[in-house]
């Protein structure tokens, strides 16, 4: 019998009841090899029965673990087979109506979002590709949990600069799809380089095809429990911060654990990984932001930010695999904006730029995030910012997603309300340089050197 | 089938706290395998390892009763399962 102290205790009941502690998502992944058929309609139907048959009980199951461990279970999830590889259809109508399927078989079990309408095109489309981004605006737009998202980089192949810029008119199709909602059907689309197989967080969830039939993936949160310890030791130097930081994020990861392999267990199911993220809410304390100020900082985007994070990314990673042999997904520290309060205070005061962010996205999870540009932007300014997020992923062969929120009919300076765990930003400004010339001249940028990394 | 739990109950100090807590935790057939109990600067502070039979009584039900007379009596209880506790601090 392992002895647990006094102390261990309290400590463990203060991050849960005081410092925001929680399991920020529950996703089951969810193969759909088995469910095309010959007609969309026919196919659109099996995807809804199989949805239902194998996550009807996540919902319950979740509580019941919420219940007997007394720590919150944020979010259920499911994520898909991309759905670009099951429904073989060039025509977008098709693909809307299988996104209606998801969206109603989510409804039904009850979870929050469903991911995975997706397609990777790193290096071409097919044609059932080219109909799923074609049918996104009215897909995302139209449905209320399905969320989309989009591979048009990697490592390995390059970046698909065609798809780049389809994917700029995508979003500003999407932002006026939404616009009576401040464009919020752009908050559940994702650009994505090096997309991972695993990842329980939405907008980007999807499930890959070298993952199990059925899976459990956990994502763990916890940036009050962070932000806590290293306000607490004011004078501590940085390695011996990292180290706090290590034990920390230890702790919450072995929470991940214990609720993936339960779940996995009751849900017949097999374990996939614990995302090591810290991962932001707009409620007061639950914020990356304010983990920089504990380390000294004045805001974000003060200079020395991208060298603290760094430093909190690494040592987040660092303790979270000493807690679990089953790392995964996107694993780093998260930088929203409109999800973190005090991230969106610090780009509202000018402290924090969208090329700042570019940096730090450079050391962290998870590139240009929730973040709101103005509605009247240009298609290739937008994928010019795109590129670049993806040229970070794939320079440092790390996963980097853009998602933009180009609020329409909003000017630089003007607030977004998004709502819940989306929260709210400032419309932050973008360069006006025109780049119409490079984004114009398509093709694709070709897969770089893995040597001279300079 | 056996199940442990952890009760911890926070709160300003008054008499008889931990024999309202104990009284409720023996109405629900539950067993108290071990108490911590200190005061501090007027804030009382508890642990207790619980441990019931699931053919006696449910956590859903000693919980239900914990957070009653934790409201009743000005503490927050909290009720959860041993297994988080350990997990949290070891391999």
């Keep these: 019998m392992v002895f647990i102290t006094a102390e261990e205790i309290l400590e463990t009941v203060s991050m849960i009841r005081s410092e925001n502690l929680d399991v920020r998502a529950i996703t089951m992944g969810i193969s759909l090899d088995d469910c095309a058929e010959r007609e969309v309609r026919r196919t659109a139907e099996r995807i809804h029965a199989k949805v239902v048959r194998r996550a009807g009980r996540l919902v319950d199951v979740a509580h019941e673990l919420q219940e007997k461990y007394g720590i919150p279970i944020v979010n259920r999830r499911v994520s898909l087979t991309p759905i670009a590889e099951v429904v073989g259809s060039d025509d977008p109508a098709d693909l809307v109506e299988v996104a209606h399927a998801l969206d109603a078989a989510a409804e039904e079990v009850g979870i929050d979002f469903i991911g995975g309408f997706s397609a990777l095109v790193q290096k071409g489309f097919t044609r059932s590709d080219a109909a799923l981004i074609e049918a996104i605006p009215e897909a995302i737009g139209g449905t209320g949990r399905v969320c989309s998202s989009v591979n048009v980089a990697s490592t390995r192949a390059g970046i698909n600069m065609d798809a780049v810029v389809r994917m700029a008119d995508v979003v500003l199709a999407l932002a006026k799809r939404t616009a009576a909602h401040d464009s919020i059907g752009c908050a559940k689309l994702v650009v994505f380089c090096n997309v991972p197989e695993d990842n329980p967080f939405m907008a980007g969830a999807l499930h890959g095809s070298g993952e199990p039939e059925v899976s459990i993936n956990v994502a763990i949160s916890g940036p009050g429990v962070v932000r806590t310890m290293v306000a607490n030791h004011p004078d501590a130097s940085l390695i011996e911060l990292a180290d706090l930081i290590k034990r920390t994020t230890f702790k919450i990861t072995r929470v991940g654990e214990l609720v993936a392999r339960e779940a996995s267990q009751m849900l017949d199911a097999q374990m996939g990984i614990i995302d090591l993220s810290l991962a932001p809410t707009p409620a007061v304390g639950d914020s990356i932001a304010e983990i920089l100020q504990a380390m000294g900082l004045e805001q974000p985007g003060a200079p020395g930010t991208t060298a603290a994070l760094a430093m909190l990314n690494d040592a987040v990673k660092k303790g979270g695999t000493m807690a679990t042999s089953s790392t995964g997904g996107l694993s780093g520290a998260f930088i929203p904006v409109s999800e973190d309060a005090a991230m969106a205070r610090a780009a509202a005061s000018g402290a924090l730029t969208i090329e700042k962010l570019e940096a730090m996205t450079a050391v962290c999870s998870l590139g240009l995030d929730m973040i709101v540009v103005p509605g009247d932007i240009s298609r290739n300014a937008l994928a010019g910012v795109i590129a670049d997020v993806m040229a970070i992923g794939m320079i440092n062969s790390k996963t980097t997603g853009a998602r933009l929120i180009p609020a329409y009919g909003k000017q630089v300076g003007e607030w977004v309300k998004l709502g819940g765990l989306f929260g709210e930003a400032p419309v932050m400004p973008v360069s006006a340089a025109g780049n119409d010339a490079f984004v114009g001249r398509g093709g694709r940028i070709p897969a770089p050197l893995q040597s001279l990394t300079n | ?91």
Excluded: C, W, Y
């Design chain 2, 1 to 91: 089938m056996r199940t442990t739990v952890i009760v911890t109950a926070l709160g300003p100090d008054s008499h008889g706290l931990l024999a309202q807590v104990a009284t409720t935790i023996a109405e629900q057939d539950a067993n108290i395998d071990d108490v911590s109990q200190t005061v501090a600067n007027g804030m009382f502070t508890m642990i207790m390892f619980v441990s019931f039979d699931q053919s006696e009584t449910t956590m859903a039900q000693l919980k239900e009763a914990l957070e009653a007379t934790g409201e009743r009596i000005g503490l927050q209880i909290h009720v959860q399962h041993e297994n988080i506790f350990r997990f949290m601090h070891r391999v």
